[in-house]
């Protein structure tokens, strides 16, 4: 954390030192110079360098903040369970139901909080499968210490009758499934945020602009959150404008933002080429780079939206994890990644992705197919938005999947973009 505040403060001062130069010049060479140049556009690549310092001073802040609270929830488990341990027989297994089930009211909490709430038939179900899990190895433990323990249990104990009766079915659910914690698999994937540009999954500052937009546009995202289609593509005329200048930007952003005033998962990314970006080895085009970006950011993300706690056969380990690398040889496994953290979350979510058409290029058109293949596969509802032709999207978006927009300021744009019409 120090050497990346040093390296923040270093940049600031190169900035400041240039501006100083700058501020000195003579007035009539600053008056002849300024019809030619522009100053922020000058000073463009210094303040990326350092938006991005801070991104990344931000990200170890909170990687911080939460590793803190990990290790106090651990202690506080390890507490629990010296507690458990310490009582005998009957007690015990009331006190390891009671422990159950207030962890799974933590969850329920928390899955309340995403907008992921069980029925109450999943969480009688999960209740269930757990207390038959926890049943069934207190079965194993009182058949291979005490023989005559099982047999008592046997004639009429419910606990231990039910352990035995569900012995084989526990056994077979731990060998297929492994429980998962969130926290590890967002650790163990923390190298993902190099990979992509995190200022780049929700532009600041748009979503507080006004948006604007005819019926025709309005009613059509409104019946896309609504659940027709699936999949919506707003294709602009081509232009040049981009972020907070750029119509159906400002649009994209602004759902991401009632998505997220209304605890619906989102997931979202505004494309763009970074100008000067090293490609990293593998990556034949600037457009290649960028397409590896947008799949690692939804990832990610997607990660995010995890349980604090789960049970999944799903390969979640550190080493599969540490084979996305931000390169297109690693770009299958990204995807796999992708799809099957999708599955695990089960739930309707919200996608969007601005820009695409940046993206265009022979060497990404299979890529973003796929992509396109996998979030299909998943519970997701993606809103597409383009200034441009984008040929993947082209090839593989339906008619009716599709509105083209003919002017981006359009005549008579009264109708305001907000949660009521969107229906979030």
């Given at each position: 954390m120090k050497e990346a505040v040093a390296t923040l403060y270093a940049e600031i001062f190169l900035l400041l030192s240039q501006l100083v130069d700058y501020l000195t010049k003579k007035r009539l060479k600053r008056l002849l110079g300024s019809f030619n140049e522009d100053l922020c556009k000058k000073y463009e690549d210094q303040i990326s360098r350092i938006n991005n310092r801070a991104s990344k001073i931000q990200r170890l802040a909170e990687q911080g903040s939460r590793a803190e609270l990990r290790a106090l929830r651990l202690q506080l488990e390890n507490l629990e369970r010296n507690i458990i341990a310490g009582q005998e027989g009957e007690a015990r297994l009331r006190a390891e139901i009671i422990n159950t089930a207030n962890r799974m009211e933590a969850e329920r909490?928390?899955?309340?909080r995403r907008r992921e709430i069980p029925t109450q038939r999943q969480l009688m179900d999960h209740l269930a499968g757990?207390?038959?899990?926890?049943?069934g190895d207190e079965a194993l433990r009182a058949v291979i210490d005490a023989r005559a323990a099982v047999h008592t249990a046997q004639q009429g104990t419910l606990g231990y009758a039910t352990g035995l009766t569900v012995l084989s079915t526990a056994v077979a659910s731990v060998s297929a499934s492994l429980e998962v914690m969130a926290d590890d698999v967002l650790l163990h994937s923390k190298h993902f945020e190099d990979l992509f540009e995190r200022d780049r999954v929700r532009l600041p500052g748009l979503q507080l602009r006004p948006v604007m937009q005819t019926d025709r546009v309005i009613n059509r995202l409104s019946s896309w959150t609504k659940g027709d289609p699936s999949i919506l593509w707003l294709e602009g005329p081509a232009s040049p404008l981009?972020?907070?200048?750029?119509?159906?930007?400002?649009?994209?952003?602004?759902?991401?933002?009632?998505a997220g005033q209304g605890e619906v998962p989102v997931m979202s990314y505004f494309c763009h080429l970074p100008r000067g970006e090293i490609l990293r080895p593998g990556n034949s085009t600037r457009e290649a780079q960028a397409s590896v970006a947008l799949i690692t950011a939804l990832t990610r993300q997607a990660m995010e939206l995890l349980l604090p706690r789960f049970e999944t056969s799903v390969n979640l380990s550190e080493v599969r994890l540490s084979l996305v690398n931000g390169t297109l040889e690693s770009l299958p496994e990204t995807l796999r990644l992708l799809g099957d953290i999708v599955k695990i979350l089960d739930m309707q979510?919200?996608?969007?992705?601005?820009?695409?058409?940046?993206?265009?290029?022979r060497s990404t058109n299979n890529i973003l197919s796929e992509l396109l293949k996998?979030?299909?596969?998943?519970?997701?509802?993606?809103?597409?938005?383009?200034?441009?032709?984008?040929?993947?999207?082209?090839?593989d978006v339906s008619r009716t999947e599709k509105l083209t927009i003919e002017s981006?300021?359009?005549?008579?744009?009264?109708?305001?973009?907000?949660?009521?019409?969107l229906a979030l």
């Open positions: 909490v928390e899955a309340m757990t207390l038959n899990k926890m049943l981009r972020d907070e200048y750029n119509p159906l930007t400002t649009i994209a952003a602004r759902v991401v933002d009632l979510m919200l996608c969007v992705i601005d820009g695409l058409h940046w993206l265009d290029d996998t979030l299909r596969s998943g519970n997701v509802k993606v809103l597409f938005t383009t200034t441009g032709r984008s040929a993947c999207l082209q090839l981006l300021n359009p005549k008579g744009s009264d109708v305001r973009l907000s949660g009521q019409t």
